[in-house]
């Protein structure tokens, strides 16, 4: 186990944001890029950890929760084949079974929408293990959860959003928290079953972004939230393009209409305009993690890049990665050399700096995006896609 913050051994947490889960994910990363046994042993050790922690994790979240957990054991089963893990997987996806409830034609497991801690997340983990583990019933239950998203759904200037939960007094239209994320679910949903009422959700979802959306210039940007930061645009995967244009590239695949490639180009051209790495923003500050930062648009940029062929992203990613190594803090020399990332988690909160060791907001997710440039240049696949990726 470790702490997301070193100084703090309390901080010791089981969350695939900023906990266990997502340091083995990158150990898992490394052994594949450099086939040194130590990291795979330690990718092991950490998931031995979270079977420990299955029965007792309530919440489900893909990012908070069991899902996340169960992300983690199923990635380091394909990569050692322990059957611990695989039994673990699967105590999982009993356990989702459950603790789910009936709400209206659907299911839920908690009040919250997203992908973060909600059903969307949850959702696409079980089609991800549905996949991995060939087990219908997590698509099935997945199939349910989509259906009860389409009844929260809020009609708003000709198409749909959806809130965080209803007691949330803001609205997040983007993909962590809000109606992109949702949409992005219900869109793979229809990719999965060919049933037509998810993908017009998704549309639905869509249109609602595009008629908030800033686009002078050919680009794309969306606000932080509504009521209150409407003049905030973030730049990375929570609230940024870097996530919200993965709904437009997973529309592009399943319509396969190219309007929806023009759009996932504009929300790239947003954030080439914008002046990034080297001038922060309000939407973009101290912050170099996947969640809100550098990592995050690296990973963006670098995946766009596999997919149009267009030169201008790979240099920007590597543009980005480079600034990433930049404001590493080094500890040591030679060959004994560590790294660590001081950064704000916190738009609101500029002064704490942590140095912390998670994937969303940390070393381990810094560093992933840094090893999936190195696979690039390698020729070598990702070892590590999470199920919220449409790359």
Same mark, same amino acid.
């Given at each position: 186990?470790?702490?997301? %913050?070193? *100084? %703090?051994? *309390?901080?010791?947490?089981?969350? +695939?944001?900023?906990? =266990?889960?997502?340091?083995?994910?990158?150990? #898992? &990363? !490394?052994?594949? @890029? =450099?086939?040194?046994? !130590?990291? #795979? %042993?330690? @990718? *092991?050790?950490? @998931?031995? $950890? #979270? +079977? $420990?922690?299955?029965?007792?994790?309530?919440?489900?979240? +893909?990012?908070?929760?069991? @899902?996340?957990? !169960?992300? $983690?054991?199923? &990635? =380091?089963?394909? !990569?050692?084949?322990?059957?611990a893990f695989h039994r673990g997987a699967l105590r999982c996806l009993e356990l989702f079974h459950q603790r789910v409830r009936k709400a209206g034609t659907g299911v839920e497991w908690n009040d919250t929408t997203d992908v973060v801690s909600g059903a969307a997340g949850t959702g696409l983990f079980l089609l991800y293990a549905a996949k991995v583990l060939n087990d219908k019933s997590a698509k099935d239950l997945a199939i349910q959860a989509g259906l009860r998203l389409i009844e929260l759904a809020r009609p708003e200037n000709g198409g749909l959003k959806w809130a965080m939960d209803p007691k949330f007094p803001r609205l997040m239209p983007n993909f962590s928290h809000g109606t992109a994320g949702v949409a992005y679910f219900l869109g793979t949903l229809y990719q999965e079953t060919r049933q037509k009422k998810f993908l017009d959700a998704a549309l639905a979802g869509a249109r609602y972004l595009l008629s908030i959306a800033v686009t002078d210039g050919g680009i794309c940007l969306i606000f932080h939230n509504e009521p209150f930061n409407k003049d905030i645009y973030y730049l990375s995967w929570c609230h940024g393009p870097a996530g919200t244009a993965r709904l437009f590239y997973r529309l592009f695949q399943v319509t396969g209409d190219h309007k929806w490639m023009d759009w996932v180009k504009k929300g790239a051209r947003g954030i080439l305009a914008s002046g990034i790495p080297e001038k922060l923003t309000p939407g973009y500050w101290n912050n170099v993690g996947q969640c809100c930062g550098g990592a995050g648009v690296v990973e963006f940029f670098l995946a766009l890049h596999r997919v149009t062929h267009d030169p201008e992203y790979l240099a920007f990613a590597r543009r980005v990665a480079a600034d990433l190594i930049v404001r590493a803090t080094r500890e040591g020399s030679g060959a004994s050399v560590a790294l660590k990332w001081i950064q704000s988690e916190h738009r609101l909160a500029p002064q704490q700096l942590v140095a912390q060791t998670g994937f969303m907001q940390g070393s381990s997710g810094i560093a992933i995006s840094l090893l999936h440039l190195d696979a690039f240049d390698h020729a070598r696949r990702p070892a590590i896609t999470l199920p919220d990726s449409p790359f």
């Open positions: 186990m470790w702490p997301s %913050d070193p *100084r %703090d051994p *309390r901080s010791v947490s089981f969350n +695939l944001y900023t906990g =266990t889960p997502g340091i083995i994910l990158f150990y #898992l &990363e !490394a052994f594949q @890029a =450099t086939g040194n046994s !130590a990291f #795979l %042993d330690s @990718a *092991r050790s950490g @998931a031995y $950890a #979270l +079977l $420990a922690q299955i029965e007792t994790e309530k919440d489900p979240g +893909l990012y908070t929760g069991l @899902a996340g957990i !169960a992300f $983690a054991v199923i &990635e =380091t089963y394909k !990569a050692t084949k322990d059957p």
